[in-house]
């Protein structure tokens, strides 16, 4: 990383702790200077979004990696609030829909938000880190 560029900042959102704690430590691999942050659900999320919009706009996320599943709010209900809510109109976060679900209505119905770039399955693995951040730099050894 030059000295201009800012580390990669990513928001996990996903209610499975031990899937968040793998998920971190393979992004660390590809990126040991990341920015993770984890919520675990979508209106905890969400209202950091806000904030971070409000307040501290220097830490929006590069990117979003959501869960469909979880409690309180689940990835299909923060995407509607987020759209609602026109919290990025410049695009600058890149969202990744992050499931195990295999069900293509739920692959199509990722598709249908604008918002979201693709649709990632679980377990992440060094492969799909490097599709996911293929437009940044990835030390993988």
């Known amino acids: 990383m030059n000295v201009n560029q800012k580390p990669v ?19 660390r691999k590809g990126f040991a200077d990341a920015e993770i942050s984890t919520y675990l659900n979508g209106r905890l999320a969400i209202n950091r979004l ?9 830490q929006i996320p590069d990117y979003i990696l959501l869960d469909i599943n979880m409690p309180i709010m689940n990835g299909w209900e923060f995407l509607e609030e987020y759209k609602s809510s026109n919290l990025d109109p410049d695009k600058r976060i890149t969202i990744y829909i992050l499931s195990s679900s295999v ?6 119905k990722a598709r249908s938000f604008s918002s979201v ?11 799909s880190i490097k599709e996911v951040f293929g437009g940044a730099k990835v030390h993988v050894g």
Not at 50 to 58: S, T, V
């Open 9 to 27: 900042n990513i928001m996990l959102v996903d209610d499975d702790e031990i899937n968040n704690f793998i998920t971190v430590k393979l992004i």
């Open 50 to 58: 806000k904030d971070i919009f409000n307040n501290h706009p220097e």
């Open 103 to 108: 069900f293509s209505n739920d692959i199509d």
């Open 117 to 127: 770039a693709n649709f990632i399955s679980k377990p992440l693995n060094i492969e």
